[in-house]
């Protein structure tokens, strides 16, 4: 049986920086962001923790690839993407604790 996998754009309250990251479980994965899990980390830095987009994939495989190609893609293309479902930039976690 295949994994399935998730991508997401985290932000802080100010949307002054964007973080794409890539997981199997985006519940559990955004708590780890909220609760600052890893001290040291870019998200915890930079108080990223505001869920503004994701998308959902049968595998982890095509989330990796999905990650990477956001990655790679300039500030603009991913404020584009968050702008097409979530136009207002709301916090998304209270629909994916619904899950």
């Known amino acids: 049986m295949k994994?399935?996998?998730c991508i997401y754009i985290i932000t802080n309250k100010n949307?002054?920086?964007l973080y794409v990251g890539v997981t199997?479980?985006?519940y559990y994965r955004v708590m780890e962001h909220k609760e600052k899990?890893?001290?040291k980390s870019?998200?915890?830095r930079y108080n990223l923790?505001?869920?503004v987009y994701y998308e959902v994939f049968h595998s982890i495989k095509e989330a990796i690839a999905r990650?990477?190609?956001i990655k790679g893609g300039s500030r603009a293309a991913k404020e584009k993407l968050i702008n097409s479902i979530n136009p207002e930039?709301?916090?998304l976690f209270d629909e994916v604790s619904k899950w």
Request: zero cysteines; a positive charge.
């Open 24 to 26: 199997s479980h985006l």
């Open 89 to 91: 930039w709301k916090n």
């Open 67 to 69: 990650e990477k190609q």
């Open 3 to 5: 994994k399935g996998g």
């Open 37 to 39: 899990k890893y001290p």
């Open 42 to 44: 870019f998200s915890a």
């Open 49 to 51: 923790n505001k869920l």
């Open 15 to 17: 949307h002054t920086t």
